[in-house]
């Protein structure tokens, strides 16, 4: 059997934005030659895109560093850089990209869940590139001595975790016999054998019954408690959150430990309604197991009672011998293509294919102004740190210009909401600035040990 590989880390960097240039016209005859610094490339962004052809995130298993190309420096006579080509990173549809903590590693927030093919999301931007001195030019100021820095591009670790999109899953207790049933129903080779969790990864297997075809997932055995994340609970329940049918599979003789068939068939649902409510919404079919064993034939009544109550299809079968077998098979492959039939007559989803694309430019947009400590407050937030790296700290007209662009984005009155006073220190990024009301900044570099970002 093939290993599923589906959840992997990996760490991305855009490339770095090229610097804008500080150039003026020199030529013979024109002795007071303009401003013509060109502007720096922007550096390539790395993006993660879904993409129908690819079953598993293997090709991240191995190779965990991904960098996009980084762009050149502007040059005189206005020629700008060369901006860095992008890095597209291919993953298959129902995958789920979270950023991670850098320190803890643990899921901070949910970058974006890509279900559609080509549905994209930048989640490296490349660095933007500097602007060449031409664009500073103002009715008062016609030679301008700067141009800004290109942007340096962040390396984050994100996180891909891929979401069965499996027609039909088989749940149940361990070793009810759901490894054996794929495995007769396709032609899946899962492991298999007597003893609880021997399926630790889902097996995907391609079922064909008549004119069906159709792909049944056999997802680990589930627990008492499993919602609540005892033994591989979580781990296992967010396979089925995808497919369409649960193909709910109980071991009519009740295993070793003699259980009753219908407490296991109600904990399970309980532990799937508990998970997720939704789940217990979804198309459902009753399968009892091992019914060759004789004797079981009050067990199997009793099943089909509590299955039919619940408004579920039941089938008995056996995976040893394949009894029943081609009645299930033929019977869900016209479910799933009726579900098909209605996700296909539902109304289009309209949903941009770069929705997640457009919350990250409006992520990148906002700011927030906090306290650290008496006096001293931190401004966060991607652009305005873009705007602070960008510029060339030794240059007084650059840093005249910065401030312009504060007060244009709303860093000033935001300072003075969260109660900044004349005389506070003001952190962005790796600088310090001594805050003098709205008219004027004085830079101080930040020790090494406070800066960020």
């Not at 040059?75 to 597209?88: P, T």
């Not at 799937?272 to 009892?288: D, G, I, K, T």
């Not at 034939?297 to 029943?324: C, Y």
Request: proline share 4%.
């Amino acid at each position: 059997m093939s290993q599923f590989t589906d959840m992997s880390r990996i760490n991305v960097k855009g490339g770095d934005g090229g610097a804008g240039c500080m150039s003026f016209r020199r030529e013979a005859y024109v002795p007071k030659g303009g401003p013509d610094g060109g502007d720096g490339g922007r550096g390539g962004d790395v993006v993660i895109q879904a993409d129908a052809q690819l079953s598993s995130l293997i090709d991240y298993r191995f190779k965990h560093h991904f960098r996009a190309e980084r762009g050149t420096h502007g040059q005189g006579s206005r020629k700008d850089g060369k901006s860095g080509a992008d890095l597209v990173l291919r993953v298959p549809m129902g995958t789920v990209v979270r950023e991670l903590d850098p320190e803890t590693q643990e899921p901070l927030y949910e970058i974006a869940d890509l279900t559609h093919d080509g549905e994209r999301v930048v989640v490296a931007p490349g660095g933007a590139g500097g602007l060449g001195n031409t664009h500073f030019v103002t009715s008062v100021r016609r030679a301008p001595a700067f141009a800004q820095l290109g942007e340096p591009a962040q390396e984050h670790w994100i996180e891909l975790e891929m979401k069965l999109m499996a027609d039909a899953a088989l749940v149940g207790m361990p070793s009810v016999g759901k490894s054996s049933l794929i495995a007769r129903m396709s032609a899946a080779r899962p492991k298999i054998a007597d003893y609880p969790f021997t399926t630790l990864v889902p097996n995907l297997g391609m079922v064909r019954a008549g004119e069906y075809s159709y792909v049944v997932a056999d997802v680990p055995g589930l627990i008492e408690g499993a919602s609540e994340g005892k033994g591989l609970g979580h781990q296992f329940l967010r396979h089925i959150e995808r497919t369409a049918l649960i193909m709910h599979v109980v071991d009519i003789s009740g295993g070793f430990e003699g259980r009753d068939p219908v407490e296991d068939y109600h904990i399970i649902n309980d532990e799937l309604r508990r998970y997720a409510s939704e789940l217990a919404e979804r198309p459902q079919v009753v399968v009892a197991n091992k019914c060759d064993i004789s004797g079981m034939e009050d067990r199997v009544q009793a099943l089909k009672q509590a299955a039919i109550e619940d408004g579920h299809r039941f089938f008995a079968v056996s995976a040893a011998t394949g009894a029943g077998l081609n009645t299930l098979m033929l019977a869900c492959g016209e479910m799933v293509a009726e579900l098909r039939r209605e996700l296909a007559e539902a109304p289009a989803d309209d949903v941009p294919l770069d929705r997640w694309e457009r919350k990250r430019q409006a992520r990148e947009k906002t700011f927030q102004v906090v306290c650290e400590e008496p006096g001293v407050y931190r401004v966060m937030g991607t652009q305005v740190e873009r705007l602070v790296v960008q510029t060339d700290w030794e240059n007084e007209e650059a840093l005249i210009y910065l401030q312009h662009r504060f007060a244009r984005m709303g860093v000033d009155d935001a300072l003075e909401k969260a109660g900044c006073r004349a005389g506070d220190e003001v952190r962005i990024s790796g600088r310090a600035f001594m805050y003098e009301g709205a008219e004027e900044f004085v830079d101080e570099d930040l020790d090494s040990t406070e800066t960020e970002g």
